[in-house]
């Protein structure tokens, strides 16, 4: 059964500080892997889709990576800013469903 | 495009009420996914449909859950009766395609059940 762990829960941090998320998986066996951000009520925001065929996806300051044979994936983010404070989920996709870890609780100060 | 919409966006309701929760995925969207969010275990997949036909249910918690899909641009999600343990975000989300493409969320609809 694929499980998704991310760790750490949650990670405190100083504005314009660099950091890495990360997200592990159990079966290598996935078509893709999706990264979310998800806000205090709110619903779940596409961060970045990596294929199983490539290695990293980037967008403006967020660098995904993936890592399919050790089942690894990180999400970099580069001068974090005290807007990008919210919950990351990382989900892979073994099927047509997304299976999802349970997320990594951001909180960048000013 | 208005992206997926849901509706209630919040619901409250009493232990053994029936609870109707609704989604419209985005157009020319043939997949849709029905998802709870709990603290305990995380998001879940209950049920996902293809052109309207439910192929997964697996992740249904038992018969008090039903989902539907009547035509392309809307489903429900209802669970009769409800029980306290129900409380929880319910997402759906849509995508063009099985397994390569991106699922899109809607903003989710709280339940809460007394």
């Known amino acids: 059964k694929q499980e998704v762990t991310q760790i750490p829960a949650a990670l405190s941090v100083p504005e314009g500080e660099n950091l890495v998320l990360n997200c592990s998986f159990t079966?290598?066996?996935?078509?893709?892997l999706q990264w979310f951000r998800q806000d205090p009520g709110k619903g779940l925001t596409s961060l970045l889709l990596?294929?199983?065929?490539?290695r990293e996806q980037t967008s403006g300051r967020l660098n995904a990576s993936l890592d399919k044979s050790s089942g690894r994936s990180t999400l970099y983010i580069a001068a974090s800013q005290p807007g990008d404070s919210a919950t990351y989920l990382c989900?892979?996709?073994?099927?047509?469903?997304?299976?999802f870890g349970k997320g990594t609780t951001l909180s960048v100060s000013s | 495009d208005a992206g997926v919409i849901q509706s209630p966006r919040h619901e409250v309701t009493e232990m053994g009420q029936e609870v109707t929760l609704r989604c419209k995925p985005i157009?020319?969207?043939?997949?849709l996914f029905w998802y709870r969010q709990t603290m305990m275990r995380g998001l879940e997949l209950l049920i996902y449909?293809?052109?309207?036909?439910?192929?997964?249910d697996s992740g249904m918690p038992e018969d008090r859950f039903s989902a539907k899909m009547p035509n392309a641009s809307f489903s429900t999600l209802k669970i009769q009766p409800s029980e306290p343990r129900d409380s929880a975000v319910y997402f759906c989300?849509?995508?063009?395609?099985?397994?390569?493409?991106?699922?899109?969320f809607g903003p989710g609809t709280r339940l809460t059940v007394l």
């Open positions: 157009s020319g969207h043939d997949y």
């Open positions: 449909f293809n052109n309207n036909v439910p192929i997964d």
């Open positions: 989300a849509s995508s063009t395609t099985s397994t390569l493409g991106e699922q899109f």
């Open positions: 079966d290598s066996a996935i078509y893709n």
């Open positions: 989900a892979v996709r073994p099927g047509t469903a997304l299976i």
């Open positions: 990596i294929q199983s065929s490539q």
